[in-house]
């Protein structure tokens, strides 16, 4: 991390925020003590497209899910929850 005055800043800031931008952390110094930091901008996360799985994914119907689970699955479920 690079550190620069105030009057450092303000005269080379293009090249403070190109660094900044490259990926370098910058700290600003007034009278010696941290006073801000140029970091670089977190890349935006992609948007949500909905519809991207249309036709490739399958679930069942209503029915289905809400149906009682069999005898054998609950019996697992039961002791796999006891100490």
Same mark, same amino acid.
């Not at 450092?8 to 007034?30: M, N, P, Q, W, Y």
């Not at 140029?38 to 799985?53: I, N, Y």
């Given at each position: 991390?690079?550190?620069?005055?105030?009057?450092?800043?303000?005269?080379?800031?293009?090249?403070?925020?190109?660094?900044?931008?490259?990926?370098?952390?910058? *700290?600003?110094?007034?009278?010696?003590?941290?006073?801000?930091? *140029?970091?670089? *901008?977190?890349?935006?996360?992609?948007?949500?497209?909905?519809?991207?799985?249309?036709?490739?994914?399958?679930?069942?119907?209503?029915?289905? *899910?809400?149906?009682?689970?069999?005898?054998?699955?609950?019996?697992?479920?039961?002791?796999?929850?006891?100490?």
């Amino acid at each position: 991390m690079r550190t620069v005055n105030v009057h450092e800043a303000k005269t080379h800031f293009s090249r403070l925020i190109d660094a900044a931008h490259a990926g370098e952390t910058i *700290l600003v110094a007034k009278g010696g003590r941290p006073w801000a930091r *140029l970091v670089p *901008l977190e890349e935006p996360q992609a948007r949500r497209q909905p519809g991207v799985l249309r036709g490739r994914l399958h679930l069942p119907g209503p029915q289905e *899910l809400m149906a009682p689970l069999p005898e054998e699955e609950l019996q697992a479920i039961e002791t796999s929850l006891l100490p």
